[in-house]
């Protein structure tokens, strides 16, 4: 007959098996390569069971020497809020037992103070507030320095000689956590070489390429390898909007999908957002409303339970204002509670992807890389860059040697005058005399015959007033005589002397009549005071009408200008006072006959530009009116033969007015418009250069009517362009060097 082991007996064997299988597996966990934090999730669950303790937590010394929480299990249902000051004094205890040197375990009873410390007056003493056994185990190093505490709460139930023995076994489980800090600078050095490599491999493999579809490819693939997310998804932004280049796992991004294009608008919103987004289930309303419109549709696309889209910006990205050049999007469905690994991870990916995502973007900017790559096989062909640009500018000076004396371009030859009526006028005094007043504005319109000048001259007035003393000397001589004749029995002989008296009387007084009206007419004087006028000289027959007027006369209009019946026409037929206002320049001067007054041009009439062409440019002109080809002909009738033809050659010309610099207008100038004479240029004293005298006729048929009002300004400047024939391009656009060279250096020898 067998006998049973007492009850007492079979429950200290299964509770010495419980803790030697927690010490097997914690010397397991300590050597292991398990993050900190899930070593001590698993650490503290393994703790707790193996003495069936209610509750328990980790703490671990921050970098900065204070304590926080690692891990911890039901650490609220052991009561340090219930009573005032409980989580106080439970600090106070966590405090003085880790900075106990040497450092030991501690078992606080419940409603227990630490022993042995005598707190300073007002401090908040070091106790145990609940109604659980509070035991602690310092987590050491190898210099024994305390890294952080092992606390254990059990209920009181238990016999009081077990709580040293779990005393004993929670400062036996401090001593592998201990150990796993002691091997985690190895695993942690094993670790960051195994991830170095991994960074380094994936750099090359981004770097690698330079096409952005690819280099997108393997940083989503790649880098979610990496950062151990779900998914990971790559844009690119190229002008003003972002495309998503890549999304790991897919072969293709189908751009018209509704994830994609939810995916592309929450990329353009975050890139104006300039920031990076994180979502972890919870809704921000501190974003902005765009972003948080693009975040919600995407969501309703997508559910993941971490979300970061993160901007990443090169360094050569200057502009700060402006959105980065890529952006990445994270996916995580089933996050670890703790993300801040993930999210290094991710910045890691960033930091690498930024570069190699910013130089296939700017590539793909550069237009005609077809022509490029042929130019770089070139390149290494010849043997290197420098060859390369040797030979390049050798063969490009070649063929712009071959270009200049092969290629034949236009010769232009630059001119400037002013822009006149065809039919200009001057106001001469027609008789020596003093100026009294000029009784027209520089503008007016004035008719053939107007009195322009009213003027005075004292030996004129001498002249008429001796003819009228003569006229009436004559008369009343005449009138003596008349009355003599009338006398009866007068003899003979004294009638007949009377009435010679009376004819030579008669005869003078013609003459002094005559005189005083050939004055009259010839000097325009109205009246005998001395005063005369310079009058405007008569419009004649050959003055015609610009053709753009025509329609603005009857239909009887002669174009010869003889019908000056019209009133129309006689508005037309007018001259315009060109001159500036001379009243205070002329008023009281002496003036002589061959000297101006007044300057008045036919605006109404045919216009002109009047060119002072340089002489060093009129035998290019020369040599085109010789040359075939050079010069064009027309045909107009001629002026000596009746019903015949003759050619007149001519070149064209561009103009350009002052008035209208942005527009050039076609004209010509003919070879008999040209002076035969060169003249100083006496009215542009920068240059000593004599000039030739040329007249161009402009065409304007393409100019609006409001253009041809600000053309038709007498004396505004015109610039002119001569087209002289075609010469090889060398020399119509360098002439004027050659010719300073010939005349400085070859021509001096």
Same mark, same amino acid.
Request: net charge neutral; proline share 7%; charged share 25%.
């Given at each position: 007959?067998?006998?049973?082991?007492?009850?007492?007996?079979?429950?200290?064997?299964?509770?010495?098996?419980?803790?030697?299988?927690?010490? *097997?597996?914690?010397?397991?966990?300590?050597?292991?390569?398990?993050?900190? &934090?899930?070593?001590?999730?698993?650490?503290?669950?393994?703790?707790?069971?193996?003495?069936?303790?209610?509750?328990?937590?980790?703490?671990?010394?921050?970098?900065?020497?204070?304590?926080?929480?690692?891990?911890?299990?039901?650490?609220?249902?052991?009561?340090?809020?219930?009573?005032?000051?409980?989580?106080? +004094?439970?600090?106070?205890? !966590?405090?003085?037992?880790?900075?106990?040197?040497?450092?030991?375990?501690?078992?606080?009873?419940?409603?227990?103070?630490?022993?042995?410390?005598?707190?300073?007056?007002?401090?908040?003493?070091?106790?145990?507030?609940?109604?659980?056994?509070?035991?602690?185990?310092?987590?050491?190093?190898?210099?024994?320095?305390?890294?952080?505490?092992?606390?254990?709460?059990?209920?009181?139930?238990?016999?009081? /000689?077990?709580?040293?023995?779990?005393?004993?076994?929670?400062?036996?489980?401090?001593?592998? %956590?201990?150990?796993?800090?002691?091997?985690?600078?190895?695993?942690?050095?094993?670790?960051?070489?195994?991830?170095?490599?991994?960074?380094?491999?994936?750099?090359?493999?981004?770097?690698?390429? !330079?096409?952005?579809? *690819? +280099?997108?490819?393997?940083?989503?693939?790649?880098?979610?390898?990496?950062?151990?997310?779900?998914?990971? +998804?790559?844009?690119?932004?190229?002008?003003?909007?972002?495309?998503?280049?890549?999304?790991?796992?897919?072969?293709?991004?189908?751009?018209?999908?509704?994830?994609? /294009?939810?995916?592309?608008?929450?990329?353009?919103?975050?890139?104006?957002?300039?920031?990076?987004?994180?979502?972890?289930?919870?809704?921000?309303?501190? !974003?902005?409303?765009?972003?948080?419109?693009?975040?919600?549709?995407?969501?309703?696309?997508?559910?993941?339970?971490?979300?970061?889209?993160?901007?990443?910006?090169?360094?050569?990205?200057?502009?700060?204002?402006?959105?980065?050049?890529?952006?990445?999007?994270?996916? &995580?469905?089933?996050?670890?509670?703790?993300?801040?690994?993930?999210?290094?991870?991710?910045?890691?990916?960033?930091?690498?992807?930024?570069?190699?995502?910013?130089?296939?973007?700017?590539?793909?900017?550069?237009?005609?890389?077809?022509?490029?790559?042929?130019?770089? %096989?070139?390149?290494?062909?010849?043997?290197?860059?420098?060859?390369?640009?040797?030979?390049?500018?050798?063969?490009?000076?070649?063929?712009?040697?071959?270009?200049?004396?092969?290629?034949?371009?236009?010769?232009? !030859?630059?001119?400037?005058?002013?822009?006149?009526?065809?039919?200009?006028?001057?106001?001469?005094?027609?008789?020596?005399?003093?100026?009294?007043?000029?009784?027209?504005?520089?503008?007016?319109?004035?008719?053939?015959?107007?009195?322009?000048?009213?003027?005075?001259?004292?030996?004129?007035?001498?002249?008429?007033?001796?003819?009228?003393?003569?006229?009436?000397?004559?008369?009343?001589?005449?009138?003596?005589?008349?009355?003599?004749?009338?006398?009866?029995?007068?003899?003979?002989?004294?009638?007949?002397?009377?009435?010679?008296?009376?004819?030579? %009387?008669?005869?003078?007084?013609?003459?002094?009549?005559?005189?005083?009206?050939?004055?009259? =007419?010839?000097?325009?004087?109205?009246?005998?005071?001395?005063?005369?006028?310079?009058?405007?000289?008569?419009?004649?027959?050959?003055?015609?009408?610009?053709?753009?007027?025509?329609?603005?006369?009857?239909?009887?209009?002669?174009?010869?200008?003889?019908?000056?019946?019209?009133?129309?026409?006689?508005?037309?037929?007018?001259?315009?006072?060109?001159?500036?206002?001379?009243?205070?320049?002329?008023?009281?001067?002496?003036?002589?006959?061959?000297?101006?007054?007044?300057?008045?041009?036919?605006?109404?009439?045919?216009?002109?530009?009047?060119?002072?062409?340089?002489?060093?440019?009129?035998?290019?002109?020369?040599?085109?009116?010789?040359?075939?080809?050079?010069?064009?002909?027309?045909?107009?009738?001629?002026? &000596?033969?009746?019903?015949?033809?003759?050619?007149?050659?001519?070149? =064209?010309?561009?103009?350009?007015?002052?008035?209208?610099?942005?527009?050039?207008?076609?004209?010509?100038?003919?070879?008999?418009?040209?002076?035969?004479?060169?003249?100083?240029?006496?009215?542009?004293?920068?240059?000593?250069?004599?000039?030739?005298?040329?007249?161009?006729?402009?065409?304007?048929? &393409? %100019?609006?009517?409001?253009?041809?009002?600000?053309?038709?300004?007498?004396?505004?400047?015109?610039?002119?362009?001569?087209?002289?024939?075609?010469?090889?391009?060398?020399?119509?656009?360098?002439?004027?060097?050659?010719?300073?060279?010939?005349?400085?250096?070859?021509?001096?020898?």
């Amino acid at each position: 007959m067998s006998s049973q082991p007492p009850a007492e007996t079979t429950d200290r064997g299964r509770f010495n098996r419980r803790i030697d299988d927690a010490f *097997e597996e914690a010397s397991r966990l300590a050597g292991s390569a398990l993050p900190p &934090t899930d070593f001590y999730d698993k650490f503290l669950n393994l703790t707790l069971n193996a003495i069936s303790a209610p509750a328990g937590a980790v703490w671990l010394r921050t970098p900065q020497g204070f304590l926080q929480v690692a891990c911890q299990a039901n650490l609220e249902k052991v009561g340090l809020d219930e009573k005032r000051g409980g989580r106080q +004094c439970h600090n106070e205890v !966590l405090r003085q037992v880790f900075q106990a040197a040497p450092p030991r375990p501690v078992m606080l009873e419940p409603q227990g103070r630490l022993s042995g410390v005598n707190p300073e007056p007002g401090s908040v003493p070091a106790a145990n507030l609940t109604d659980y056994y509070a035991l602690f185990a310092p987590i050491i190093d190898k210099e024994q320095k305390s890294l952080g505490l092992l606390e254990v709460f059990h209920t009181p139930d238990q016999e009081p /000689r077990l709580y040293q023995t779990y005393l004993q076994y929670t400062l036996q489980m401090a001593g592998y %956590a201990s150990q796993y800090h002691t091997f985690t600078g190895p695993r942690q050095s094993a670790g960051a070489e195994r991830t170095f490599s991994q960074v380094e491999a994936f750099s090359r493999l981004i770097h690698g390429t !330079l096409n952005p579809t *690819e +280099c997108a490819y393997h940083v989503a693939n790649e880098g979610r390898r990496l950062v151990e997310c779900d998914r990971l +998804c790559v844009g690119v932004r190229h002008g003003r909007y972002s495309t998503v280049e890549a999304v790991s796992g897919a072969d293709v991004v189908e751009k018209a999908s509704t994830h994609v /294009r939810r995916m592309k608008k929450l990329f353009d919103a975050v890139l104006k957002f300039n920031d990076k987004l994180i979502f972890t289930g919870e809704r921000d309303d501190a !974003l902005p409303p765009d972003v948080l419109h693009a975040l919600d549709e995407y969501l309703a696309e997508s559910q993941p339970k971490l979300l970061v889209v993160q901007p990443i910006r090169d360094e050569r990205e200057k502009d700060e204002k402006k959105p980065a050049r890529s952006v990445l999007l994270l996916e &995580t469905f089933n996050p670890p509670e703790n993300t801040q690994p993930i999210l290094a991870r991710l910045d890691v990916v960033a930091k690498h992807a930024a570069s190699a995502l910013y130089n296939a973007a700017e590539l793909k900017k550069i237009p005609m890389k077809w022509a490029w790559r042929p130019m770089v %096989a070139l390149q290494e062909g010849l043997g290197g860059k420098a060859r390369a640009i040797v030979y390049g500018v050798i063969a490009g000076i070649f063929l712009l040697l071959i270009c200049m004396t092969l290629i034949p371009y236009p010769l232009k !030859l630059d001119a400037k005058g002013q822009y006149q009526p065809e039919k200009v006028v001057q106001v001469f005094p027609p008789y020596a005399g003093e100026v009294i007043y000029i009784q027209v504005t520089p503008g007016e319109n004035v008719a053939g015959g107007y009195s322009a000048v009213k003027m005075h001259n004292g030996e004129l007035l001498q002249k008429i007033s001796n003819l009228i003393v003569e006229e009436r000397t004559q008369t009343a001589s005449i009138g003596i005589l008349d009355q003599q004749l009338k006398q009866p029995g007068l003899p003979p002989g004294t009638e007949v002397e009377l009435k010679k008296q009376k004819a030579e %009387a008669q005869s003078k007084l013609d003459g002094a009549m005559a005189m005083q009206k050939v004055y009259r =007419d010839l000097y325009n004087m109205p009246g005998n005071d001395g005063f005369f006028y310079a009058k405007v000289p008569m419009i004649g027959a050959d003055y015609v009408i610009r053709p753009e007027l025509m329609p603005q006369l009857p239909s009887r209009y002669d174009p010869t200008g003889k019908d000056l019946l019209s009133e129309e026409l006689q508005k037309l037929m007018k001259f315009k006072v060109l001159s500036q206002d001379k009243n205070d320049e002329l008023k009281h001067r002496t003036v002589r006959p061959n000297e101006p007054l007044l300057r008045l041009g036919f605006v109404n009439g045919n216009w002109r530009g009047e060119l002072k062409i340089p002489q060093r440019n009129i035998g290019h002109i020369a040599r085109a009116f010789a040359v075939e080809g050079h010069h064009k002909v027309e045909e107009v009738p001629s002026q &000596t033969q009746l019903g015949a033809k003759e050619k007149k050659k001519y070149l =064209d010309v561009d103009v350009l007015f002052s008035s209208s610099p942005d527009t050039s207008y076609p004209g010509r100038i003919y070879e008999a418009d040209i002076s035969g004479e060169a003249v100083p240029n006496r009215d542009d004293h920068n240059e000593s250069e004599p000039v030739v005298i040329a007249y161009v006729k402009v065409n304007l048929d &393409t %100019a609006t009517p409001a253009e041809l009002r600000s053309l038709y300004v007498a004396g505004q400047e015109v610039r002119v362009k001569i087209k002289c024939g075609s010469r090889a391009m060398g020399y119509s656009l360098f002439h004027g060097v050659w010719e300073w060279f010939y005349e400085k250096v070859i021509f001096f020898f």
